[in-house]
């Protein structure tokens, strides 16, 4: 069973940093698209960023490029999004995703089929 557990979110003043993990069980990294997602109140869900853990490609959010960080440590099967110059419109709850998709990093999100329960990332102006 595909397990993902999100953790590092909580609440930083804009400009601030966080960085969130997710810890991944019940599959190994092999060909899998994982992913950050958010989801605002009142908002739809959005893919922030992804990555593949086949060949190490990432997507990235115009509204996020420069500012997040997707990466992938493989032996640990963890995820990580570093957050940085957080602005209060980042203020959402993030999830994690996986999938199997040998095909390069994807961030659509009717692919991804394991969801973590989310973690909320409050960012205060």
């Known amino acids: 069973e595909v397990q993902l557990v999100e953790s590092g979110g909580g609440l930083v003043q804009a400009g601030g940093s966080l960085r969130l993990s997710c810890a991944a069980s019940?599959?190994?990294?092999?060909?899998?698209?994982i992913g950050w997602f958010r989801q605002a109140p009142g908002k739809e869900r959005e893919g922030v960023s992804c990555?593949?853990?086949?060949?190490?490609?990432?997507y990235y959010a115009d509204s996020v490029k420069g500012r997040f960080t997707i990466s992938s440590d493989n032996a640990k099967n963890t995820v990580y999004l570093q957050m940085n110059s957080l602005k209060p419109e980042d203020t959402a709850v993030y999830y994690c995703?996986?999938?199997?998709?040998?095909?390069?990093?994807?961030?659509?999100?009717?692919?991804?089929?394991?969801w973590g329960q989310g973690t909320q990332v409050t960012v205060s102006s």
């Open positions: 995703a996986a999938e199997s998709y040998p095909y390069g990093s994807s961030c659509s999100l009717g692919l991804f089929g394991s």
């Open positions: 019940g599959f190994t990294f092999d060909d899998y698209a």
């Open positions: 990555i593949s853990s086949s060949d190490g490609s990432t």
